[in-house]
T-cell receptor, first 112, second 112 residues
Framework: DAGVIQSPRHEVTEMGQEVTLRCKPISGHDYLFWYRQTMMRGLELLIY????????DSGMPEDRFSAKMPNASFSTLKIQPSEPRDSAVYFC??????????FGPGTRLLVL | KQEVTQIPAALSVPEGENLVLNCSFT??????LQWFRQDPGKGLTSLLL?????REQTSGRLNASLDKSSGRSTLYIAASQPGDSATYLC???????????FGKGTKLTVNP
């Protein structure tokens, strides 16, 4: 398997623009996680899905953030409108549940 | 609310030295604990997963121990090599969920 795939790897945008991050989990995994990593706050879980259903979105910072998982092989994290404080590395991870989480390479987002 | 602390934040050692990284967590009702490695600009790579019923887990030169009652885990690296230089993070579930709470990590530098 190719592992967790994320796109784009880098994104530079201007404040107020919409940003969409994409993730393809490992085939067969039934859990998908979105994390955000910053120097100040470290690695934080934003939301996770089980069998395409959102289970815990308590980490989503505000209404500007939304995540979807239309099928078992694809998820998106959308920020609209983006702000400079959203600049971070966003990771997607997947797992079989109660087991090892496998992380993607991340998307480096810079909002100017 | 689960909180995870890793000490030290940074560690520099000469090649060949054995070393211990520490992780402590506030809620001992966990079902596993994971150690990850993160190289600069990369995603996280799972190193070891210890189930709550286990006291330790080994992989090559790495040995992780878990003491649930005291809320502590250690990662022991034997005969360190420059290639071990990375940030090491530990993570535990929050409550009985799949949500992982991460420490801020220990940045390890092994000098040749």
């Amino acid at each position: 398997d190719a592992g967790v795939i994320q796109s784009p790897r880098h994104e530079v945008t201007e404040m107020g623009q919409e940003v969409t991050l994409r993730c393809k989990p490992i085939s067969g995994h039934d859990y998908l996680f979105w994390y955000r990593q910053t120097m100040m706050r470290g690695l934080e879980l934003l939301i996770y899905f089980n069998n395409n259903v959102p289970i815990d979105d308590s980490g989503m910072p505000e209404d500007r953030f939304s995540a979807k998982m239309p099928n078992a092989s694809f998820s998106t994290l959308k920020i609209q409108p983006s702000e400079p404080r959203d600049s971070a590395v966003y990771f997607c991870a997947s797992s079989l549940g109660s087991g090892t989480q496998y992380f993607g390479p991340g998307t480096r987002l810079l909002v100017l | 609310k689960q909180e995870v602390t890793q000490i030290p934040a940074a560690l520099s050692v000469p090649e060949g030295e054995n070393l211990v990284l520490n992780c402590s967590f506030t809620d001992s009702a966990i079902y596993n604990l994971q150690w990850f490695r993160q190289d600069p600009g990369k995603g996280l790579t799972s190193l070891l997963l210890i189930q709550s019923s286990q006291r330790e887990q080994t992989s090559g030169r790495l040995n992780a121990s878990l003491d649930k009652s005291s809320g502590r885990s250690t990662l022991y690296i034997a005969a360190s090599q420059p290639g071990d230089s990375a940030t090491y993070l530990c993570a535990v579930p929050q409550g009985g969920s799949e949500k992982l709470v991460f420490g801020k990590g220990t940045k390890l530098t092994v000098n040749p």
